[in-house]
């Protein structure tokens, strides 16, 4: 069983209640290393996306990434904007026209979002940044497909190693964005970035836990 | 912390709302997207300049559209980068049919949204060239840091390429303008306190009573260094150091000196740091020609100030005494 449109749907739906109930959370971690918008930025992001939903809904998983992706990008601002926009409308193009998703779609969108991210805020692994998490999340699902797994076993490894992605942050000297300003004061703190993407992926794999 | 707003979600719109009536004989504001715009614009055959950055600044941006400054301001979330479609819908609407400048803020966000906005307008067919400003010298520019960021000089910039552009010349030559008030200024800053962003209802960061943050920037991030609080004199001399032996500036150098104030720093402890600050620059050769003491680019209510030194030619002399007419700065008009 693959994760079909309707299941997308509910994960958006998901990622918007747990980007509200931890706005704070993002907001304290963005305090220590930036300039504290980070939650609010990113929840301002996702209602305007809850609210596009309706007129998107009974599209193919392609359209409604994009539509993300633009609305992300008109809404959420600093750099995130640009960076999670980017994500959605990259995952986007490599899903047109799709109404379901097998591990390989979601691999290969996801990989897409790494590879847009990467050329629009030229951040490197170690930089200290949301790549750091999504970085070995898109190598979790590389090796659970050469490991023959089913989606939901893939997408908890994916979770889990963007959690390991998002706490290793913690240590390192930042290197991209405002956290960066701070040179050896960054360190010590996990980036708030790694944590909204690590927060994104396990909820896919919370509510893709029955795909196979 | 107490704060004079209503709702924290709607600070920046009730602000802009605010900002329309208030100034209706300078501006025009246009919301969704939001861009504060000249009321006289877009004038023909004249370049069109915008800039923008996160609310929490004020004046800067928005205080600065007007006859001889800019044309547009893109003003986004407190401390956010404003988006593609805002810039895009300013340049627009400030397109006089010449091209437009971007004067862009060296951040991460501010970058990568205005660059967006840049290749947008670009493919509807508008000339749009960007500078970048990054006059702050207390973060290193290297590698492994996002670069300098991009502030007190920036204001300096919009009033010069503001100039140059009611004068008529083309948009390689406001550029220009830009590009050297980017290569001839530098900046400092510092805080005695940190500043409360709407939505986060607390401080940034905790300064103690007896402590101060060096190389502060605009955004209520802690700055390089941390240390016990000193005098008014002691805090400008380590301002003013990094920031002369920068580029240098050198003996015989003409310069702007620019004492901002951050928000919760009132005038009077702003002109002591001016007499200092004056004095150090007399004593390294430089002439101080031109000066401008306020809180022209803020950080809310944080308490502190920013030092920037622009040295001027003949030609930038002349454009900043052109005439000027927005919210914040007017003089012979």
């Known amino acids: 069983m693959p994760v079909y449109r309707d299941d997308v749907i509910t994960w958006i739906k998901a990622v918007a209640g747990m980007i509200s109930e931890n706005s704070s959370y993002l907001t304290e971690l963005d305090s220590a290393i930036g300039d504290a918008d980070h939650g609010a930025n990113m929840e301002r992001g996702f209602k305007a996306v809850i609210n596009k939903l309706p007129e998107i809904s009974d599209k193919d998983i392609g359209t409604i990434f994009k539509t993300i992706g633009m609305t992300l990008l008109s809404t959420v601002g600093g750099a995130g904007g640009p960076l999670y926009g980017t994500w959605f409308l990259q995952a986007g193009l490599k899903t047109a026209g799709k109404m379901e998703l097998t591990l390989p779609d979601w691999t290969e969108a996801l990989e897409a979002s790494l590879s847009g991210v990467v050329m629009r805020g030229k951040a490197e692994l170690g930089d200290k940044t949301m790549v750091d998490a999504l970085t070995p999340a898109v190598n979790a699902l590389k090796q659970a497909i050469q490991d023959n797994q089913p989606i939901n076993a893939a997408l908890e490894l994916s979770a889990d190693s963007a959690k390991k992605g998002m706490e290793a942050t913690i240590p390192l000297v930042a290197r991209k964005g405002r956290a960066s300003y701070l040179g050896e004061r960054s360190a010590g703190h996990q980036d708030p970035g790694a944590t909204s993407t690590y927060l994104m992926l396990k909820v896919a794999a919370e509510t893709w836990k029955e795909s196979i | ?333």
């Open chain 2, 1 to 333: 912390m107490k704060k004079l707003i209503n709702k924290p979600e709607n600070v920046v719109r009730e602000a802009l709302e605010a900002i329309a009536i208030a100034h209706s004989d300078l501006l025009t504001v246009h919301f969704d997207p939001n861009y504060i715009m000249r009321a006289d614009g877009p004038i023909k055959g004249k370049v069109g300049i915008i800039s923008g950055g996160g609310s929490g600044h004020e004046p800067m941006h928005g205080g600065f559209v007007g006859m001889g400054m800019l044309d547009a301001a893109c003003p986004g979330a407190v401390f956010t980068s404003p988006t593609p479609d805002q810039m895009l819908e300013a340049t627009k609407a400030a397109n006089g049919g010449v091209g437009i400048l971007h004067i862009v803020k060296n951040y991460t966000g501010d970058i990568m949204n205005f660059e967006m906005a840049a290749e947008l307008a670009r493919a509807e067919g508008i000339e749009v060239e960007a500078v970048v400003t990054d006059d702050d010298v207390a973060v290193k520019d290297s590698l492994y840091t996002a670069g300098r960021r991009g502030v007190g000089v920036t204001v300096l910039a919009e009033k010069l390429c503001g100039a140059a552009a009611e004068q008529k010349r083309s948009l390689k030559e406001v550029a220009d303008v830009c590009r050297k008030a980017k290569s001839f200024g530098r900046s400092m800053g510092m805080a005695l306190t940190s500043c409360t962003v709407p939505h986060a209802g607390k401080p940034t960061f905790d300064l103690p009573e007896d402590q101060m943050e060096i190389g502060i920037g605009i955004h209520g991030e802690p700055g390089r260094v941390r240390m016990p609080l000193k005098s008014a004199d002691e805090i400008t001399e380590m301002l003013m150091e990094p920031i002369i032996s920068d580029i240098p500036y050198k003996a015989g150098d003409e310069v702007l000196m620019f004492v901002n104030g951050l928000g919760g720093t009132p005038p009077i402890e702003l002109y002591i740091i001016y007499r200092k600050a004056h004095e150090i620059a007399v004593k390294h050769g430089l002439k101080v020609v031109r000066s401008l003491v306020g809180p022209y680019m803020t950080s809310l209510e944080m308490a502190g100030t920013s030092i920037t030194l622009l040295k001027m030619d003949a030609d930038m002399l002349k454009l900043w005494d052109a005439p000027v007419k927005t919210p914040a700065l007017r003089w012979g008009a």
